[in-house]
Nanobody, 122 residues
Framework: QVQLVESGGGLVQAGGSLRLSCAAS????????MGWFRQAPGKEREFVSG????????YYTDSVKGRFTISRDNAKNTVYLQMNSLKPEDTAVYYC???????????????WGQGTQVTVSS
């Protein structure tokens, strides 16, 4: 069992940066693939980025490549999403998730946080 809590969201101007954190509780954090998803009003939840349990592979949706960086610190039971060069279209609620596959599919993630709002102004 894993419990996830996101933090670090907020309001930022276009071109700015934010770092999201996802704190996990439970004894098996290092066993899971960790991912970030986002959902804007009226849109489907979409995959943003994922990282394997040991950090050796990462996966990004095309729209954030070169701007976002995912990382994890298993000793701290925390996964991060560094977001640079933010654009208004990045505005969404961002969710972290723990799952069993480095995949863009929500189906492959078992545990979800409550989300943190990211708003990027023009």
């Amino acid at each position: 069992q894993v419990q996830l809590v996101e933090s670090g969201g907020g309001l930022v101007q276009a071109g700015g940066s934010l770092r999201l954190s996802c704190a996990a509780s439970g004894r098996t954090f290092s066993s899971y693939i960790m991912g970030w998803f986002r959902q804007a009003p009226g849109k489907e939840r979409e995959f943003v980025s994922g990282v394997t349990w040991n950090g050796d592979r990462t996966y990004y949706t095309d729209s954030v490549k070169g701007r976002f960086t995912i990382s994890r610190d298993n000793a701290k039971n925390t996964v991060y999403l560094q977001m640079n060069s933010l654009k208004p279209e990045d505005t969404a609620v961002y969710y972290c998730a723990a799952g069993t596959a480095l995949s863009p599919r929500t189906y492959d993630y078992t545990y979800w946080g409550q989300g943190t709002q990211v708003t990027v102004s023009s």
